[in-house]
């Protein structure tokens, strides 16, 4: 997993509330346990018309937007179903952070497993960072993990909480697997001394 500390980049506005797991990531695209080649499917339903072409109206589709890295949505991002895909699918698109007043609780914790930061903040503080994405690809918004602030293209700063153990999961690159990887030195010895007083396991 990448360290996440700074990330400068375009920020795409989805006011919409309630933008579930479904609308994320469709269920017909679940089959997968891979966790790349999902981003293509990434808000299917509301990204693609009928005819498989892309809805122009979609705001990811829009020129100013297709390479944003982050995400100001409307309350209660990633409720519904809890499927691990929809951080996946976001992941893959390029989507390191997302922006909201509150977030389903599955989804919120999985995000960190894929380094991916989501951010709580007031109402008001989304709404100024809102209006900062709805400026397009010259506003440059920025998140800093580290000092845990967000910055609008104009210098406006909004700090925010987060778990310090998230936080250092999430700058140090540490998914489940790394976690356990940083033990591996117990591991061994617990293994070794095991085999010796146990040999018959």
């Known amino acids: 997993m990448e360290k996440f500390e700074k990330l400068t980049g375009i920020a795409a506005p989805m006011p ?3 933008i ?3 609308m994320i990531i469709p269920k017909q695209f679940l089959k997968t346990i891979k966790r790349s080649g999902l981003g293509v499917h990434a808000f299917d339903e509301m990204r693609y018309l009928d005819d498989g072409s892309e809805n122009p109206e979609f705001v990811l589709n829009q020129p100013a937007y297709r390479e944003a890295q982050i995400i100001v949505a409307g309350d209660n991002f990633g409720c519904g179903s809890s499927r691990e895909h929809a951080p996946w699918a976001l992941a893959d698109f390029g989507i390191k952070a997302v922006i909201s007043t ?3 609780d599955i989804f919120y914790n999985n995000c960190f497993k894929n380094g991916m930061l989501p951010i709580v ?3 008001e503080a989304v709404d100024v960072l ?3 994405a709805e400026k397009g690809a010259n506003a440059r918004m ?3 993990l580290e000092n845990q602030k967000v910055v609008t293209s104009d210098g406006e700063e909004f700090a925010f909480e987060i778990d310090s153990f998230k936080k250092h999961c999430l700058m140090e690159g ?3 697997i790394g976690l356990t990887m940083e033990k591996v030195g117990a591991i061994d010895t617990f293994e070794a001394t095991a085999a010796q007083s146990r040999p018959w396991v």
């Open 16 to 18: 919409l509330v309630n």
């Open 20 to 22: 579930d797991t479904d």
């Open 102 to 104: 509150s977030f389903a």
């Open 121 to 123: 903040l007031p109402q």
């Open 130 to 132: 809102m209006k900062d």
């Open 142 to 144: 920025i998140v800093d």
């Open 174 to 176: 540490l998914d489940d």
